[in-house]
């Protein structure tokens, strides 16, 4: 997610958030957070629509913040607000996964984006590892949670 929609989220300034977590950086590392090249973020407003000319633009290009990366912020941002909302991208994190790992042929999907992207890596060597990373993450089905509390049963 990028950096102003988790700002627009928890309802503080970008360079607020930013500034927290610089202020703690060694608890977001490089597969927590990243940030975009100026290629990537031109890449980004072309493909969903954003000008850049809000309020005088940025001065430096976002960070993106990984499912582990927005876990995170909820240690840096203490606020009521950013715990509630912290909860509800995670649920929405696991829905998400849920739902793709009940497609039947989800597996077999991942695996063609994965020979693409390996293509792809091989023409352009940038963040390879990243990509890699979130790919195996995506291939790696979540162990089984235990349910905690009573059963209506």
């Known amino acids: 997610m990028l950096d102003s929609d988790l ?25 927590f957070m990243f940030q975009l090249t100026k290629e990537e973020w031109k890449n980004l407003t072309f493909q969903i629509g954003i000008t850049g000319k809000q309020h005088g633009g940025r001065r ?9 990366g927005v876990a995170m912020l909820a240690a840096v941002l203490n606020s009521q607000k950013a715990i509630d909302v912290n909860i509800s991208i995670m649920r929405t994190f696991v829905q998400l996964r849920h739902y793709v790992l009940d497609k039947p042929d989800t597996n077999t999907q991942i695996a063609e984006l994965r020979k693409l992207l390996m293509f792809y890596i091989e023409k352009n060597e940038k963040r390879e590892n990243d990509i890699i990373i979130a790919l195996n993450n995506l291939i790696g089905q979540p162990k089984p949670t235990k349910r905690i509390g009573f059963n209506a049963d």
């Open 7 to 31: 700002a627009a989220l928890y309802e503080v300034e970008t360079f607020n958030l930013n500034k927290a977590v610089k202020r703690n950086i060694r608890r977001f590392s490089g597969d």
């Open 60 to 68: 430096f290009m976002p960070y993106v913040f990984t499912e582990q």
